[in-house]
């Protein structure tokens, strides 16, 4: 089976620009995560979506970052314009359903610099 | 904010020994979940006990949960140079959906 996949693996772009970064799922998984890694810390939950809605958005900051996911499948979540606190390993993740005992299965992230 | 907080936040081991490492927590929980990751495979799931379940073992994983003390700890047993990576505990609260509150992580260092 395959797993979640994300692109682009790297990015490197300066203060105030825009990025967007991509996640495919695994099929079948109804719940996405985005999540957001600094360096030496664990994952911090961004957004939750359960097929199109979102069902967690409370740490997003919503004044720069937005996310989506059209029809239910794959997702975007762009950051504009960007700080230099956003440099972090973005994760996406899904599982199959809401239920509380879910595994969440993670791609490999974005590594995102900021300069 | 982060619920879990790892203890100790790295430890280095011979192949061979054990190695465990501590979670604790400051509110009530539905499950608490051990990930691993290291920059070959990401982040991997590696065993989920529930908050009415004390022990829980998977190969050479066991894990403990204590809900009185808001804790749990994980051992692994006999381990090799490949169980280095850095583990996470996560937290799945009461709402019905499965969000995860990760803590800081531990750093394990096996050493051949």
């Known amino acids: 089976e395959a797993g979640v996949a994300q692109s682009p693996r790297y990015k490197i772009i300066e203060k105030r620009q825009s990025v967007a970064f991509w996640c495919n799922p695994i099929?079948?998984?109804?719940?996405l995560y985005w999540y957001q890694q600094i360096l030496g810390q664990g994952p911090k939950l961004l957004i939750q979506?359960?097929?199109?809605?979102?069902?967690?958005d409370s740490q997003l900051p919503k004044d720069r970052f937005s996310a989506e996911r059209l029809k239910g499948v794959d997702s975007t979540l762009k950051i504009q314009p960007a700080k230099l606190e956003d440099s972090a390993v973005y994760l996406c993740?899904?599982?199959?359903?809401?239920?509380?005992?879910?595994?969440?299965?993670f791609g490999p992230g974005t590594r995102l610099l900021v300069l | 904010s982060q619920q879990g907080e790892e203890d100790p936040q790295a430890l280095s081991i011979q192949e061979g020994e054990n190695a465990t490492m501590n979670c604790s927590y400051k509110?009530?929980?539905?499950?608490l979940q051990w990930y691993r990751q290291n920059s070959g495979r990401g982040l991997v799931h590696l065993i989920l006990?529930?908050?009415?379940?004390r022990e829980k073992h998977s190969g050479r994983l066991r894990v403990t949960l204590d809900t009185s003390k808001k804790s749990s700890s994980l051992l692994i047993t006999a381990s090799r140079a490949a169980d280095t990576a850095s583990y996470f505990c996560?937290?799945?609260?009461?709402?019905?959906?499965?969000?995860?509150?990760f803590g800081k992580g531990t750093m394990l260092l096996v050493s051949p």
């Open positions: 996560a937290t799945s609260g009461g709402s019905g959906y499965s969000t995860l509150t």
């Open positions: 006990i529930r908050s009415n379940e």
């Open positions: 993740a899904s599982s199959y359903g809401p239920p509380k005992e879910e595994t969440q299965y």
């Open positions: 099929s079948g998984h109804a719940t």
């Open positions: 979506f359960q097929n199109n809605g979102v069902v967690d």
């Open positions: 509110t009530s929980i539905n499950n």
